[in-house]
């Protein structure tokens, strides 16, 4: 009863009051939508851009560009499009990562208050520009999995912006939610700063997936979408999609609502 009465009061509230912008709280016409000045300060990523990380070539360092004869040899084996310097040389164990925007000085403010909590209103925006950025991925995934929080982390924080985010990407897309199938079974510091080796051996037995939610979510087989905030230096999703693969997933994609580049 009190469900609906609230529900009935947003109603009248929207049509009360006027949509603001999403970024500055501006005065708009459109629901969750940004006005012209908070769009022009955000970078979304556009192709053409490494088919296995996502990084976009265009703003890619010179010595992370592979040489020619690497992307002549790699043309036989990756028929859907060239890999950049460091996946030639490592291929990370997810298959495909996208993210909808670069993490910049224009998109930062948006992930970090959606991640403390304070703007889950713009879960509609971003599982917008999300979808757009998966798009690939959506028609033949069968799981959208979230990357879990340690639970002392889950506490303090009370949700976890990844699980909101797959939440809502789910949803939309019909494919089925899967937010207890990894477990993250230790904390682990930040891994900004830290080199690959060291990077790997942080992330190597913090997560896991046991046998009976492999079988609940009937893991064998299947294309999984990993759902995070941000893609930093990968070494998280690796260490998810390596748990997946080693459950039996056929192929990890990750999606994310901005990535990190150098
Ligand atoms: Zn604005
Ligand atoms: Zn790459």
């Known amino acids: 009863m009190k469900r609906a009465g609230t529900a009935v009061w947003r109603a009248v509230l929207r049509g009360l009051l006027p949509a603001r912008c999403s970024g500055c709280g501006m005065i708009s016409d459109v629901p969750h939508a940004l006005c012209a000045d908070c769009w022009s300060a955000l970078r979304f990523v556009s192709p053409p851009f490494c088919a296995c990380c996502g990084y976009p070539f265009e703003l890619m360092p010179v010595e992370m560009l592979a040489p020619a004869e690497d992307v002549a040899a790699q043309g036989r084996n990756f028929a859907e499009g060239v ?28 992930v970090l208050r959606y991640k403390h909590g304070d703007r889950t209103d713009l879960t509609p925006l971003l599982t917008r520009w999300m979808m757009q950025a998966g798009q690939d991925f ?4 069968a799981l959208l999995v979230p990357v879990p929080l340690h639970r002392s982390r889950l506490l303090m924080r009370r949700y976890n912006q990844s699980g909101l985010l797959a939440a809502a990407l789910a949803k939309q897309t019909g494919i089925l939610f899967a937010p207890d199938l990894i477990t993250r079974k230790r904390k682990t510091r930040s891994l900004a700063g830290l080199g ?11 997560f896991a997936i046991s046998a009976k939610m492999a079988a609940k979510y009937d893991v064998a087989g299947r294309k ?20 997946l693969k080693k459950a039996g997933a056929m192929q990890v994609d990750l999606i994310t609502i901005a990535r990190v580049v150098r």
């Open 224 to 243: 999984i979408v990993l759902v995070d905030d941000v893609l930093t230096t990968g070494a998280t999703a690796a260490a998810c999609a390596h748990v």
């Open 83 to 110: 890999l950049c310097g460091p996946c030639l040389r490592h291929i990370p164990p997810y298959d495909r990562a996208r993210a909808a925007l670069i993490y910049d000085d224009g998109s930062r403010d948006y």
């Open 138 to 141: 959506w028609p033949d995934a």
């Open 196 to 206: 690959r080796s060291s990077r790997l051996r942080e992330v190597q037995g913090a």
